[in-house]
Structure formats: C-alpha cells, structure tokens
C-alpha cells in the first residue's frame, strides 16, 4: 500500500518514462492504469507513452506512420493502437474460416477474397493505415517459428498475397502515370520484388540504402585515386536531386565521368563481387532486387537496374538496352547540347560479365546469339522503365514454368502471370496464358471475360478476332465446368495399411512423404498406368494407392506395396501441407478438421501404428 502511495506522488512525466520501458507490453501498460484512478488518467492521457507504445509492439510499422505523419497529425496514438488490434481480430476471425470455405481449392481466385475488402481499403471504411496493419500481422504469422497452427500459417500466405498484389496494383497504376523523370528502373524493380515476394517485408528504403552503400564505397576509392574530383564539392540537394529523378546527361565531363564509372566498376565487381549467376540463370530469385543486392549475383537485366542506379546517384547516365537475347547498358559521353549526338560512340556495359565495356570492335557472342547483338551500333532506343518492368515479368515467368523447384511452383507461375497481366491488361497472349492457368484451377473467369468482351467490342481490328475466339473458349469452359464442394468421407478397408499424416518413404525412388488421401485400388487414368507400370507391381492396380506430398516439393500417387513407415521421421517440406494439416507431431502431422471429416477412421490406425513404432 505504502508503495502505491509512494508511486502516485511521482512526477506524471517519471510515470510516464516508467511506463516506456520497452519490458513492458501493452497489456502491461494497461493493468497499471487500472490500479487507481490517477494512474488511469496519467496513463490514457499520455499520447506520447502511447505512440512508444505502438512501435514497441509494432516496430516495422515506424517507417509508414513517419511518412504518414507528414500529411496527417495523429492527435491520438492511443486511437491508432486500439484500431491496430480491432484491425488484426478482425482478419484473424476471418482466416480462421478460410479452410471449412475453401478446403477443395488448391488457388482461390480474386472475387473469392472480396470480404478482405473492407478490411484494408479505405475506399470501403477501413482505417487509412489497415493495409499495413493486416500485412504485419499475416507475415508475422508466416514467419513465427513457433506457430502451431498450420493450416492458418497456409491461409495466411494466400491472404498477405491478396492484399498486397491489390495494393501493388493501384501502385503501378501510380507508377506509370508519373513523368518518365520520375519512372525509376529501381522503384519498378522493387514493385517486381514486392509482387513476387508477398510474404516478405521488402521496403524500397531498405533497396535504396544498399544501393546508397555501394555509392559510398565507390566514392571512397574515388577519393584515394582523384581526390580532386568535383563531386566532392557537389551539393548535397544535387546528390539527392539525381538519386530521385532520371538524368538526361552525364553532369561531368568526358575524363571525369570515366573516373568515377571505373569506381563504380571496381567496387560492384571486384570489391562486391557482383556476377552473372549462370549457375542458376532461371531462377526466379535473380530477379528480385532486393535478393540480387544481398547475394551479389542476379541476371543481366538486374544487375544493370543496379549499376544503372549507383551510376545516376553520382551523375552518370546510362541507358538499359533490351536486346532480345541479352540486356546492357548503353553509355556515351555526351546524351544532349549536341546536334550530332547520334554520332558519338556507344559503349555497352555487359554487366552480366564483370561490367566489361563492348563496342562494335570488340562485341563477343552473347547469350547464345550467333552474332554481336550491337552490331548494328546504336539504332536501338533505350527501354522505358515500364519496358524493363514488363521484361522482368517475362523472366518470371519462364522461371515459373521451370520444373527445377516444384514447391509453390503453381502458385510462383499464378503470380508471374498476373504481374504480366498487370503490366499489359490487353495483350490477348498474356490473357490466354492466364486463362488457361484459372481454367486447370477452376478459377473464377469474370474478370478475363470482362475485359474480353471490352477488347471484343472496342479494341483494334487486330484484337477482337483473339479476344473473340478466347472469349468463346471461356464460356464453352463455364458451361461445362462443374464445383463439387462436397467433402467425400472415406470409408478404410482392412486392405489399407496406413492412414493420412504418416510420414512414410518410398522404398523404389526412395523419398520421404506424408500421406494426404488414398484409394482402395488405383484411380489414375489407364495412361497413367501404363505409363508407369503399375501393372508390373506385385498387386497390380487392385491395391491401396496413396496420395502423397513429397520432400522434393512435389504431389505423387504411390502404390501400397512401395511404401514403408519412415524410420526417422521428419518434417516435409511441402508448399500445401497446411492445406491438409494443422500440426507437425516430429512423428506425423495432424489432419486438420475438413481432412479429418474426409477420413475419420484413419485417426485410430494412425494413433496405434504410431504407438507401436515410437
């Protein structure tokens, strides 16, 4: 009692700086206020504790309210954390739902996440910020070690997907109604990198800041071989000015600019090591900015959004060259103020390679073409950033139709396929691609159709006769296609030996699997069979067959005879496990509820060969 007394006579402003403690939680913060009515109105009252408070428990949100912040003054914090939490209940009721309403679905469509809504968009009543809020929530979801809860990790992935790619949307459409000064390579580099990594937090601040070193190192060795050089006069708004827009000009003089490139040159390639990845040329990772700036290692087309990059931070322009079979920058001493500026020699940096400088004398094969592709010098005209963007969507998705990385490689190809569709809305290629993909989906058709029946009515004479027989072939497919929503419970035969969520592994390909469903006999089609000589197995066709998620990533039909109990059980890493289960075990996974209802009587023989084998 003395001690409360005691605390009550402190300063309101060594309460307050008490109550910042960054041990204590919000919840903490709370109950204290509780204790008396003093406490309650120092603690409610302090909108200075409660914005500490906010990015105490929400650290990553800090960057958004700051540039928030200089628009709109937030008169009470303690507001935006009770609209935090009320944002993040609401989603995770939500979620919660998603597998009793979609256990069938492998991909949901758009129109199906249409209640998230007005969760995050402010046109529909959400809090100007909730895009953010549910974003935070969802990847801390995906990414807590500790979470148990498997079929909500496997939601949530969809969802923070959804959100961020309608958010990225109406961020392009943004992006490409600025003036072409304003049309960054690295802003829309960064947009490819958010769009195809929606489970990460990747921040064009933190882009920015790595490419911000590189240019400090640079300046460095710049400094120790030309210390007189006169960019170390330059202005700091200068600086600034350059990092933020397109230049039309290199801002130095001939000797000058090639001082500072043969910097850059050294530093990105010599001191970073930054290279081509020949290796792995196809993966989709080599074309995410963020990834190529943290491995040193991309593909042309990034590795030259980079050091076109650094090179605009210290006034030196350089051109991105989409050649159909390799991407180079393109840099010439002088771009304006010059009548015959065509004249002037073209050197191309090959970036892919150590940054060599290519000329027409000296232009190597590249890329598997049979010819230097500058041969032909300069006719080629320098890629808009929207260009570099749309070539970036078509590398992802050649990466995504790769059979190299099975895991999520439906849902990877989904979403380079939209990203495709986002940048070019009305190439009838891009929509049959995209069409086709909904379709083995059974995925909702609405908006192709739409913008389908659009080009149909309004396009060039050119278009409407695709975007006509397109059209037909989708609603030929809707007529036809058929959603069963009804779960088929499964009855066991003493014929089935093992049940789902056993881990199990494949004696004749040796691989470990979970089991997801099975067949009292096999179900394939008889090219399947054939195909693979089931009817060269012991029992033929007229056995078990399982369905089974494998540790490579992929989804399998395995015969009975060929699997046997994993004798060291391990976790399955699987991109649609949590579609099936809400638990790992360390011996076997646990079904999650609609699994379960579809095979209710395979908990027990799960549980007793479990028992008997562990």
């Given at each position: 009692?003395?001690e409360d007394v005691l605390i009550t006579f402190m300063?309101?402003?060594?309460?307050?700086?008490?109550?910042?403690?960054?041990?204590?939680?919000?919840?903490?913060?709370?109950?204290?206020?509780?204790?008396?009515?003093?406490?309650?109105?120092?603690?409610?009252?302090?909108?200075?504790?409660?914005?500490?408070?906010?990015?105490?428990?929400?650290?990553?949100?800090?960057?958004?309210?700051?540039?928030?912040?200089?628009?709109?003054?937030?008169?009470?914090?303690?507001?935006?954390?009770?609209?935090?939490?009320?944002?993040?209940?609401?989603?995770?009721?939500?979620?919660?739902?998603?597998?009793?309403?979609?256990?069938?679905?492998?991909?949901?469509?758009?129109?199906?996440?249409?209640?998230?809504?007005?969760?995050?968009?402010?046109?529909?009543?959400?809090h100007p910020l909730a895009y953010h809020f549910l974003?935070?929530?969802?990847?801390?979801?995906?990414?807590?070690?500790?979470?148990?809860?498997?079929?909500?990790?496997?939601?949530?992935?969809?969802?923070?997907?959804?959100?961020?790619?309608?958010?990225?949307?109406?961020?392009?459409?943004?992006?490409?109604?600025?003036?072409?000064?304003?049309?960054?390579?690295?802003?829309?580099?960064?947009?490819?990198?958010?769009?195809?990594?929606?489970?990460?937090?990747?921040?064009?601040?933190?882009?920015?800041?790595?490419?911000?070193?590189?240019?400090?190192?640079?300046?460095?060795?710049?400094?120790?071989?030309?210390?007189?050089?006169?960019?170390?006069?330059?202005?700091?708004?200068?600086?600034?000015?350059?990092?933020?827009?397109?230049?039309?000009?290199?801002?130095?003089?001939?000797?000058?600019?090639?001082?500072?490139?043969?910097?850059?040159?050294?530093?990105?390639?010599?001191?970073?090591?930054?290279?081509?990845?020949?290796?792995?040329?196809?993966?989709?990772?080599?074309?995410?900015?963020?990834?190529?700036?943290?491995?040193?290692?991309?593909?042309?087309?990034?590795?030259?959004?980079?050091?076109?990059?650094?090179?605009?931070?210290?006034?030196?322009?350089?051109?991105?060259?989409?050649?159909?079979?390799?991407?180079?920058?393109?840099?010439?001493?002088?771009?304006?103020?010059?009548?015959?500026?065509?004249?002037?020699?073209?050197?191309?940096?090959?970036?892919?390679?150590?940054?060599?400088?290519?000329?027409?004398?000296?232009?190597?094969?590249?890329?598997?073409?049979?010819?230097?592709?500058?041969?032909?010098?300069?006719?080629?005209?320098?890629?808009?950033?929207?260009?570099?963007?749309?070539?970036?969507?078509?590398?992802?998705?050649?990466?995504?139709?790769?059979?190299?990385?099975?895991?999520?490689?439906?849902?990877?190809?989904?979403?380079?396929?939209?990203?495709?569709?986002?940048?070019?809305?009305?190439?009838?290629?891009?929509?049959?691609?995209?069409?086709?993909?909904?379709?083995?989906?059974?995925?909702?058709?609405?908006?192709?159709?739409?913008?389908?029946?659009?080009?149909?009515?309004?396009?060039?004479?050119?278009?409407?006769?695709?975007?006509?027989?397109?059209?037909?072939?989708?609603?030929?497919?809707?007529?036809?296609?058929?959603?069963?929503?009804?779960?088929?419970?499964?009855?066991?035969?003493?014929?089935?030996?093992?049940?789902?969520?056993?881990?199990?592994?494949?004696?004749?390909?040796?691989?470990?699997?979970?089991?997801?469903?099975?067949?009292?006999?096999?179900?394939?089609?008889?090219?399947?069979?054939?195909?693979?000589?089931?009817?060269?197995?012991?029992?033929?066709?007229?056995?078990?067959?399982?369905?089974?998620?494998a540790h490579d990533g992929s989804s399998r039909y395995?015969?009975?005879?060929?699997?046997?109990?994993?004798?060291?059980?391990?976790?399955?890493?699987?991109?649609?496990?949590?579609?099936?289960?809400?638990?790992?075990?360390?011996?076997?996974?646990?079904?999650?509820?609609?699994?379960?209802?579809?095979?209710?009587?395979?908990?027990?023989?799960?549980?007793?060969?479990?028992?008997?084998?562990?």
């Amino acid at each position: 009692m003395a001690e409360d007394v005691l605390i009550t006579f402190m300063p309101n402003e060594v309460i307050e700086l008490i109550m910042e403690n960054d041990e204590l939680s919000i919840q903490d913060t709370v109950n204290f206020s509780l204790s008396c009515k003093h406490l309650h109105r120092i603690v409610f009252g302090s909108n200075k504790l409660w914005r500490t408070k906010f990015f105490m428990r929400w650290p990553l949100l800090k960057e958004t309210y700051c540039e928030y912040e200089k628009h709109n003054k937030i008169k009470n914090w303690l507001l935006e954390v009770q609209a935090s939490y009320e944002s993040r209940k609401k989603l995770m009721q939500k979620l919660t739902k998603m597998s009793a309403k979609y256990y069938k679905k492998q991909e949901l469509s758009h129109s199906e996440f249409e209640d998230f809504d007005p969760l995050f968009r402010p046109d529909k009543g959400s809090h100007p910020l909730a895009y953010h809020f549910l974003v935070d929530e969802l990847i801390t979801l995906i990414e807590h070690p500790t979470m148990q809860n498997l079929t909500d990790k496997y939601y949530a992935y969809k969802i923070v997907r959804h959100l961020k790619q309608s958010y990225l949307t109406d961020e392009w459409h943004r992006f490409i109604t600025l003036p072409s000064e304003k049309q960054l390579l690295e802003q829309g580099a960064t947009l490819v990198a958010q769009w195809s990594q929606p489970e990460k937090h990747v921040r064009y601040s933190y882009i920015r800041g790595m490419l911000d070193d590189i240019v400090e190192q640079a300046k460095e060795v710049l400094k120790e071989r030309y210390s007189s050089h006169p960019i170390f006069a330059t202005p700091p708004e200068t600086l600034e000015y350059w990092k933020n827009n397109n230049i039309d000009d290199n801002q130095w003089a001939p000797a000058e600019t090639k001082q500072i490139m043969a910097a850059l040159c050294e530093v990105m390639f010599n001191k970073l090591d930054f290279h081509g990845n020949s290796e792995m040329y196809y993966s989709a990772e080599n074309s995410f900015i963020d990834r190529v700036l943290e491995l040193k290692r991309g593909i042309p087309i990034t590795l030259a959004i980079v050091f076109e990059s650094i090179c605009r931070r210290v006034g030196v322009k350089c051109e991105p060259i989409s050649f159909p079979a390799h991407f180079l920058l393109r840099w010439k001493e002088k771009y304006t103020g010059n009548s015959d500026t065509d004249s002037i020699e073209n050197f191309y940096i090959d970036v892919f390679n150590g940054g060599q400088f290519l000329t027409r004398q000296n232009c190597p094969r590249l890329g598997g073409v049979s010819k230097c592709p500058i041969e032909r010098y300069n006719i080629h005209r320098p890629a808009t950033a929207i260009e570099v963007v749309e070539r970036m969507a078509n590398n992802l998705e050649v990466a995504g139709r790769q059979r190299t990385h099975l895991n999520g490689r439906a849902a990877r190809l989904r979403s380079a396929l939209e990203l495709l569709y986002m940048v070019r809305p009305h190439d009838t290629g891009v929509i049959l691609h995209l069409a086709r993909f909904y379709m083995l989906y059974q995925m909702d058709l609405t908006q192709l159709v739409d913008v389908l029946t659009y080009l149909k009515r309004d396009a060039e004479l050119t278009s409407r006769g695709p975007a006509n027989h397109i059209l037909q072939m989708l609603q030929d497919y809707e007529k036809r296609v058929v959603n069963d929503e009804i779960i088929e419970v499964k009855k066991r035969t003493a014929n089935v030996k093992f049940a789902i969520g056993m881990i199990m592994e494949h004696q004749k390909y040796d691989y470990l699997c979970v089991i997801t469903g099975w067949d009292l006999k096999c179900e394939a089609s008889p090219e399947w069979i054939t195909e693979m000589g089931v009817d060269e197995l012991s029992h033929g066709a007229n056995q078990p067959f399982y369905n089974v998620f494998a540790h490579d990533g992929s989804s399998r039909y395995a015969a009975q005879e060929n699997l046997v109990m994993a004798v060291n059980p391990v976790w399955i890493d699987h991109y649609e496990t949590g579609r099936y289960f809400c638990q790992f075990k360390g011996t076997h996974y646990v079904p999650n509820d609609e699994k379960a209802k579809e095979y209710p009587e395979d908990v027990n023989v799960r549980d007793e060969l479990i028992t008997r084998y562990f």
